[in-house]
Protein backbone atom coordinates (compact mmCIF):
# COMPACT_ATOMS: atom_id res chain seq x y z
CA UNK A 1 0.00 0.00 0.00
CA UNK A 2 0.99 3.65 -0.88
CA UNK A 3 -0.55 6.62 1.31
CA UNK A 4 -0.37 10.36 -0.45
CA UNK A 5 -0.92 13.53 1.24
CA UNK A 6 -1.39 16.59 -1.14
CA UNK A 7 -0.48 20.07 0.51
CA UNK A 8 0.06 23.86 -1.33
CA UNK A 9 -3.46 23.93 -2.14
CA UNK A 10 -5.10 27.60 -1.62
CA UNK A 11 -6.65 31.21 -3.07
CA UNK A 12 -4.38 33.25 -5.54
CA UNK A 13 -4.91 35.63 -7.99
CA UNK A 14 -4.84 35.20 -11.37
CA UNK A 15 -1.13 35.60 -12.81
CA UNK A 16 -0.09 34.27 -9.44
CA UNK A 17 1.89 30.88 -8.65
CA UNK A 18 1.41 27.95 -5.96
CA UNK A 19 3.38 24.93 -5.51
CA UNK A 20 1.78 21.60 -4.59
CA UNK A 21 3.39 18.88 -2.68
CA UNK A 22 2.31 14.95 -2.30
CA UNK A 23 3.79 13.33 0.35
CA UNK A 24 4.09 9.06 -0.23
CA UNK A 25 4.94 6.68 2.47
CA UNK A 26 4.27 2.92 2.92
CA UNK A 27 5.62 0.65 -0.50
CA UNK A 28 7.11 3.53 -2.46
CA UNK A 29 9.59 1.79 -4.11
CA UNK A 30 6.64 -0.47 -5.84
CA UNK A 31 5.32 2.88 -7.84
CA UNK A 32 6.66 3.16 -11.21
CA UNK A 33 4.96 6.70 -12.20
CA UNK A 34 3.23 9.50 -10.32
CA UNK A 35 1.13 11.95 -11.61
CA UNK A 36 -1.49 15.27 -10.77
CA UNK A 37 -5.02 15.12 -12.23
CA UNK A 38 -7.35 17.63 -11.83
CA UNK A 39 -11.10 17.52 -11.21
CA UNK A 40 -13.93 20.12 -10.71
CA UNK A 41 -17.87 19.69 -9.23
CA UNK A 42 -19.47 17.11 -11.90
CA UNK A 43 -16.67 16.71 -14.64
CA UNK A 44 -14.45 14.04 -14.63
CA UNK A 45 -10.99 13.57 -13.47
CA UNK A 46 -8.15 14.94 -16.23
CA UNK A 47 -4.27 14.69 -16.43
CA UNK A 48 -1.97 17.53 -15.61
CA UNK A 49 1.31 16.06 -15.43
CA UNK A 50 3.00 12.63 -14.62
CA UNK A 51 6.58 11.79 -14.12
CA UNK A 52 8.18 8.46 -14.14
CA UNK A 53 10.29 6.81 -11.29
CA UNK A 54 13.26 5.94 -12.89
CA UNK A 55 14.85 8.13 -15.49
CA UNK A 56 12.40 11.14 -14.24
CA UNK A 57 10.58 11.32 -17.78
CA UNK A 58 7.78 13.63 -17.74
CA UNK A 59 4.80 14.32 -19.65
CA UNK A 60 2.14 17.48 -19.72
CA UNK A 61 -1.60 17.95 -20.70
CA UNK A 62 -1.06 20.70 -23.23
CA UNK A 63 -2.82 23.26 -21.59
CA UNK A 64 -0.15 23.35 -18.94
CA UNK A 65 2.79 23.16 -21.29
CA UNK A 66 5.01 25.90 -20.32
CA UNK A 67 3.09 27.09 -17.35
CA UNK A 68 3.41 23.77 -14.65
CA UNK A 69 6.24 22.16 -13.48
CA UNK A 70 6.62 18.30 -12.31
CA UNK A 71 9.12 17.28 -10.44
CA UNK A 72 9.78 14.64 -7.45
CA UNK A 73 12.52 14.21 -4.86
CA UNK A 74 12.83 10.54 -4.98
CA UNK A 75 15.12 10.69 -0.95
CA UNK A 76 11.96 12.24 0.45
CA UNK A 77 9.36 10.47 -1.17
CA UNK A 78 7.61 13.62 -2.23
CA UNK A 79 6.03 14.84 -5.28
CA UNK A 80 5.65 18.28 -6.50
CA UNK A 81 3.80 20.41 -8.96
CA UNK A 82 4.50 24.46 -9.28
CA UNK A 83 2.23 25.62 -11.17
CA UNK A 84 3.19 29.16 -12.41
CA UNK A 85 1.03 32.11 -14.69
CA UNK A 86 -2.24 30.45 -13.21
CA UNK A 87 -5.83 31.20 -14.90
CA UNK A 88 -9.05 31.16 -13.38
CA UNK A 89 -9.86 27.87 -15.42
CA UNK A 90 -7.28 26.37 -13.38
CA UNK A 91 -9.87 26.55 -10.38
CA UNK A 92 -10.24 22.52 -9.32
CA UNK A 93 -9.37 19.99 -6.64
CA UNK A 94 -6.05 18.32 -7.28
CA UNK A 95 -4.96 14.86 -7.06
CA UNK A 96 -1.96 13.22 -6.57
CA UNK A 97 -1.50 9.64 -7.72
CA UNK A 98 0.65 6.85 -7.78
CA UNK A 99 1.20 4.06 -10.65
CA UNK A 100 2.76 0.29 -10.09
CA UNK A 101 2.12 -0.70 -13.52
CA UNK A 102 5.02 -0.17 -16.15
CA UNK A 103 3.03 1.70 -19.14
CA UNK A 104 4.74 2.30 -22.12
CA UNK A 105 2.67 6.16 -22.75
CA UNK A 106 2.19 9.56 -20.92
CA UNK A 107 0.41 8.18 -17.68
CA UNK A 108 -2.37 10.13 -18.58
CA UNK A 109 -5.32 7.77 -18.00
CA UNK A 110 -6.58 7.45 -14.34
CA UNK A 111 -6.86 3.72 -15.03
CA UNK A 112 -3.37 3.33 -14.89
CA UNK A 113 -2.97 4.24 -11.11
CA UNK A 114 -3.64 2.56 -8.08
CA UNK A 115 -3.19 4.98 -5.27
CA UNK A 116 -4.97 8.31 -4.94
CA UNK A 117 -4.31 11.51 -2.23
CA UNK A 118 -7.36 12.89 -0.78
CA UNK A 119 -6.60 16.26 -2.77
CA UNK A 120 -6.15 19.66 -2.84
CA UNK A 121 -8.33 22.66 -3.22
CA UNK A 122 -7.00 25.24 -5.73
CA UNK A 123 -8.81 28.67 -6.84
CA UNK A 124 -7.69 31.09 -8.95
CA UNK A 125 -9.42 34.62 -8.73
CA UNK A 126 -9.72 36.90 -11.88
Known amino acids: QVQLVESGGGLVQAGGSLRLSCAAS????????MGWFRQAPGKEREFVAA????????YYADFVKGRFTISRDNAKNTLYLQMNSLKPEDTDVYYC???????????????????WGQGTQVTVSS
Open 51 to 58: IRRIGGST
Open 26 to 33: GRTFSTNA
Open 97 to 115: AAAEGFYRGSYSYTYEYDY
